[in-house]
């Protein structure tokens, strides 16, 4: 049984560019979160996708804005790069929102370096 | 708000000795807690977990919680440390309501001594 699936592993990215993190859910999961981890500190959440829609997102500008496909799988927009946006971003997936007493399971990260 | 506060960025440990994580937690309503390891350039993998059933929680790896509501804390422990818990180790809470997310705190890093 596949768990959650995320593509690139690495990236290097210029200030300015855009770039896109992608996302698969584990089987049966239906609702996809995204979450920025800086280095040294504890994963922040960007935002939550069920249903196609976004449903709650947390302290993070427009620049970040994203995608949830038909078959549950998600993807993480990010526009005109700053440096600061280098982090390690986790996506985690779940059976349904509010099911958090399950326990997210979390992919292993796209590492993003903007230089 | 919900908040998690970790006491200790890193905790150094001898082989086979316990293992004393500390977390303490703030929430207007009755928390969901975690604990998650992560392993260097890996994501989150779920330790265990307090869903307001019993209070000691067991999880992976030999590791165990214990929710205790008056001191608004969810440590960590293991009774004997092994060379393979050398990891990074994050404190999250939630609320279990519909639009929910996972509040992390800022990691303990364990190093494990031979």
């Known amino acids: 049984d596949a768990g959650v699936t995320q593509s690139p592993t690495h990236l290097i990215k210029t200030r300015g560019q855009q770039v896109t993190l992608r996302c698969s859910p584990k089987?049966?999961?239906?609702?996809v979160s995204w979450y920025q981890q800086a280095l040294g500190q504890g994963p922040q959440f960007i935002f939550q996708y069920y249903e196609e829609e976004e449903r709650q997102r947390g302290n993070f500008p427009d620049r970040f804005s994203g995608h949830q496909f038909p078959n549950y799988s998600s993807e993480l927009n990010v526009n005109a790069l700053l440096l600061g946006d280098s982090a390690l971003y986790l996506c985690?997936?779940?059976?349904?929102?509010?099911?958090?007493?399950?326990?997210?399971?979390f992919g292993s990260g796209t590492r993003l370096t903007v230089v | 708000a919900q908040s998690v506060t970790q006491l200790g960025s890193h905790v150094s440990v001898s082989e086979g000795a316990l293992v004393l994580l500390r977390c303490n937690y703030s929430s207007s309503v009755p928390p969901y807690l975690f604990w998650y390891v992560q392993y260097p350039n890996q994501g989150l993998q779920l330790l265990l977990k307090y869903t307001s059933a019993a209070t000691l929680v067991k999880g992976i790896n030999g590791f165990e919680a214990e929710f205790k509501k008056s001191e608004t804390s969810f440590h960590l422990t293991k009774p004997s440390a092994h060379m393979s818990d050398a990891a990074e180790y994050f404190c999250?809470?939630?609320?279990?309501?519909?639009?929910?997310?996972?509040?992390f705190g800022t990691g303990t890093r364990l190093q494990v001594f031979p």
């Open positions: 089987s049966g999961h239906d609702t």
């Open positions: 985690a997936s779940s059976p349904e929102p509010g099911q958090t007493r399950y326990g997210y399971t």
């Open positions: 999250a809470v939630g609320r279990g309501q519909r639009t929910d997310k996972l509040i």
